[in-house]
């Protein structure tokens, strides 16, 4: 989302100096910051269409404390 709001500012800036292609200044420099802008709107667009990778932590295995019985901290059985 951050990517296509600073290409559209890249964008907007070039309109309000009157320089843009998008107002028919063909120059190389007002085609590179518009291209630019473009292609950070292009790049927010993707980043948003693609599925987000969730992390997955792997739980860290605990230490059992023994007790006197030697049960202590034991996963009990289920099936009892």
Do not use: H, R, W, Y
């Given at each position: 989302m951050q990517d296509i709001f600073w290409g559209v500012v890249i964008i907007s800036i070039g309109l309000v100096m009157g320089g843009s292609v998008f107002?028919?200044?063909?120059?190389?420099?007002?085609?590179?910051?518009?291209g630019l802008?473009?292609?950070?709107?292009?790049?927010?667009?993707?980043?948003?269409?693609?599925?987000?990778?969730?992390?997955?932590?792997?739980?860290?295995?605990?230490?059992?404390?023994?007790?006197?019985?030697?049960n202590e901290g034991a996963a009990d059985s289920l099936e009892q």
């Open positions: 107002l028919g200044e063909f120059t190389l420099f007002n085609i590179f910051f518009d802008g473009i292609f950070f709107i292009g790049k927010g667009a993707v980043s948003m269409m693609s599925p987000k990778e969730e992390s997955i932590t792997v739980p860290s295995q605990t230490t059992e404390i023994q007790g006197v019985d030697g």
